[in-house]
C-alpha cells in the first residue's frame, strides 16, 4: 500500500520566515492534495496538484509536485501567526477505488 | 453553511459500551468518509462511502461498521467499544471521490 512520509514532523519559525515542508510517496503520485488542520477542527483543503512539474499558489502558500521524485514540497513566504497549524499531504491510495490516505503531518508554530 | 456536521463532539465509553458517530452534509456530495486521527499516526481511513447505497472498507475497518443512511449522512457505530479505539473522528465529504474533500470539527471518542 502507498505511504506518504512528511518531513519535518515539526517546525517553530519566527514570523517573517519562509519555509519548507515536503511529502515523499513510497509510489508514483497521480494526484497530491495539501490541506490545513488547525488544533482542535478538521482539515481544511489547500490546493491539489495533478501534473509533474505543477505548481499552484494560494496566498503565500506556494505547492510543487515533482512526480519523477514522488515529492511535494510547501513552501511559506514570510510565515505569520496564522500559518500556524498542522499541514497535512494526501495522495490517491491507488486501486480502482478512491481512497485519499494522508501523511502524519508537520506541526508548524510560527513565533511572533 | 452547516458543511459538514459531526455529533457528539466529546464522548466517554466504557470498554465493551456501544455507540453511534452521527454525520451530515449539506452540499450534496455524493461521497463521505469516516477517518480517525492519531498521534504519530496521522490520519487513517476507516470506512468510505462512495456514493449512496455504497460503503467499502479504508484502511482500519475492524472494530467499527457503517450505515450510508441517504445521500447527507453517514453514521460510524462501535459495536464493543475498546481502549484502541480511544482516538479523534473525523468525517468528510466529497462531491465525488478524490476531489476537495470537507471535513467535520471530530469527534473526540475515550474508551476507558
Known amino acids: 500500500s502507498q505511504e506518504l512520509e512528511q518531513s519535518p514532523q515539526s517546525l517553530i519559525v519566527q514570523e517573517g520566515k519562509n519555509l519548507t515542508i515536503n511529502c515523499t510517496s513510497s509510489?508514483?503520485?497521480?494526484?497530491l492534495y495539501w490541506y490545513k488542520q488547525k488544533y482542535g477542527e478538521g482539515l481544511i483543503f489547500l490546493m491539489m496538484?495533478?501534473?509533474?512539474?505543477e505548481e499552484k499558489s494560494h496566498e503565500k502558500i506556494t505547492a510543487k509536485l515533482d512526480e519523477k521524485k514522488q515529492q511535494s514540497s510547501l513552501h511559506i513566504t514570510a510565515s505569520q501567526p496564522s500559518h500556524a497549524g498542522i499541514y497535512l499531504c494526501?495522495?490517491?491510495?491507488?486501486?480502482?477505488?478512491?481512497?485519499?490516505?494522508f501523511g502524519t503531518g508537520t506541526l508548524l508554530a510560527v513565533q511572533p | 453553511n452547516a458543511g459538514v456536521t459531526q455529533t457528539p463532539k466529546f464522548q466517554v465509553l466504557k470498554t465493551g459500551q456501544s455507540m453511534t458517530l452521527q454525520c451530515a452534509q449539506d452540499?450534496?456530495?455524493?461521497?463521505m468518509y469516516w477517518y480517525r486521527q492519531d498521534p504519530g499516526m496521522g490520519l487513517r481511513l476507516i470506512y468510505y462511502?462512495?456514493?449512496?447505497?455504497?460503503?467499502d472498507k479504508g484502511e482500519v475497518p475492524n472494530g467499527y461498521n457503517v450505515s450510508r443512511l441517504n445521500k447527507r449522512e453517514f453514521s460510524l457505530r462501535l459495536e464493543s467499544a475498546a481502549p484502541s479505539q480511544t482516538s479523534v473522528y473525523f468525517c468528510a465529504s466529497s462531491e465525488q471521490g478524490l476531489t476537495a474533500l470537507h471535513f467535520g470539527n471530530g469527534t473526540r471518542l475515550t474508551v476507558t
Open positions: 509510489k508514483t503520485l497521480y494526484g
Open positions: 462511502s462512495a456514493s449512496e447505497g455504497t460503503t
Open positions: 494526501g495522495a490517491d491510495g491507488g486501486g480502482a477505488t478512491n481512497k485519499l490516505i
Open positions: 496538484l495533478q501534473k509533474g512539474g
Open positions: 452540499m450534496n456530495h455524493n461521497s
